[in-house]
């Protein structure tokens, strides 16, 4: 077992603090009001990204702490701007509704933010009175806030952040329709977060629509092969690696990938692999003729093949419209070249994923290349894969 193996468990769950995620004084002050000592997971993941002012997808049940996830950005984000209403978040319920803007009270309460609720079922004009007044962020269920909006008792022309909370339960309640008239009604330039439980293509559509670039957070258990994670680092033993990738090019039903290793004697071994499981995959290295490569490139992008194993030659040059992932098997050992094979993805304007393999022994690299990129990637565990099975 290498010496590196205690660090790992011990390491994995020691979660950063409140204030290494970002949060302002005002912000960590209503923390430990509320007596909170670490981030919950989606929060260490969500509140960094969402502080840089990316769109993000979170996948978080309630209980997980999302709530927090999504108000304490908003928070930091409104805090000392103009007195505008600059956040919406939608819910699906009243209930969700009353708790989203207690929660939102209890946690910027030291950064002067006003906030109302507005939901169905209860008296119309104290909300309308209190929308005509001006409020920083409204937290509303659709159906009554299309009625306010209807009547103009507010306008999201200086909207800066939605928020779709809950969007699965959203949508079952068909709330479609209502979403999508609301989000006619707010600029185009926005921070979107989408949280939601589960992960169906309705809701991937919803988020296709809605956000721009989403990365994907998401606690545990990946629930359907149909979740995509925009930016992730899987911890996983060296020895597991090739069942990974098969699992996750099988499972998540990936269609063009381009995977790294760091050695050409590694990307055979890759595709041996690969070809062993059942899977058409073809090596890309400096040992192979122009005319192997460029056979191999011409069936990668003719869909013959889906999967292309690559050192580091096919990345700058290689310019391949469509790739839908990337995948380095082994962390690559400069933070720069993390950045250029990440731009391999996303070229042709669809979501390109990019999922890091990391062993023990490589922790170091990846905290390298988070703090180069000046961003954490998301950790996915999967069950029988990860440093648990040791
Ligand atoms: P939510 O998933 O947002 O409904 O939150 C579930 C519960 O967890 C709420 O009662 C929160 O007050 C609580 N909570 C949220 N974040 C934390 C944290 N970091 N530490 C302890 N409790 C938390």
């Not at 077992?1 to 020691?14: G, I, K, R, W």
């Not at 209190?130 to 409020?135: I, M, P, Q, S, T």
């Not at 269920?141 to 999201?156: A, S, Y």
Request: aromatic share 6%; charged share 25%; proline share 6%.
């Amino acid at each position: 077992m290498p010496p590196a193996m205690t660090d790992v468990l011990t390491d994995e769950p020691a979660v950063p603090s409140f204030a290494e995620l970002g949060l302002g004084p005002a912000s960590l002050q209503a923390i430990a009001d509320a007596g909170y000592e670490r981030p919950t997971p989606i929060q260490a993941q969500a509140i960094p990204l969402a502080l840089k002012g990316r769109d993000l997808m979170g996948l978080a049940q309630t209980g997980t702490g999302k709530t927090a996830a999504f108000t304490l950005p908003l928070i930091e984000r409104l805090e000392g701007g103009p007195s505008r209403t600059r956040a919406l978040i939608l819910t699906p319920t009243r209930e969700l509704c009353v708790q989203v803007e207690e929660s939102f009270r209890k946690y910027g309460k030291h950064a002067g933010l006003g906030v109302i609720s507005v939901y169905g079922g209860v008296a119309y004009e104290p909300q309308e009175t209190a929308l005509r007044a001006g409020v920083d962020v409204v937290v509303a269920t659709p159906g009554r806030l299309i009625d306010h909006l209807e009547k103009q008792n507010v306008v999201f022309d200086d909207l800066e952040v939605l928020v779709l909370d809950e969007a699965d339960r959203m949508l079952d309640m068909g709330f479609a329709p209502q979403i999508n008239r609301i989000v006619a009604q707010v600029p185009t330039y926005r921070q979107t977060l989408l949280f939601s439980a589960t992960m169906p293509p309705e809701v991937e559509a919803l988020a296709r629509k809605y956000l721009r670039k989403p990365l994907v957070v998401q606690v545990g258990r990946r629930s359907s092969a149909a979740i995509t994670v925009t930016h992730a680092v899987y911890p996983v033993p060296q020895d597991r690696k090739p069942q990974l990738l098969a699992h996750l090019i099988r499972e998540g039903a990936l269609d063009t990938v381009l995977v790294f290793t760091r050695t050409k004697h590694g990307a055979d071994r890759v595709v041996r692999h690969l070809r062993e499981q059942g899977i058409e995959a073809t090596a890309m290295h400096s040992d192979r003729s122009q005319k192997e490569r460029t056979a191999a490139i011409e069936d990668f992008k003719a869909g013959k093949i889906s999967v292309l194993v690559a050192t580091d030659i096919a990345q700058r040059g290689l310019d391949i419209n469509g790739i839908t992932h990337v995948i380095n098997y082994d962390v690559p050992t400069q933070a720069e070249d993390y950045v250029h094979r990440i731009g391999r993805t996303g070229r042709a304007a669809t979501s390109g994923d990019a999922y890091t393999f990391m062993a023990t022994d490589e922790i170091g690299m990846v905290r390298t290349i988070e703090h180069v990129i000046g961003q954490k990637i998301p950790r996915i565990s999967i069950p029988g894969y990860d440093f648990g099975t040791l």
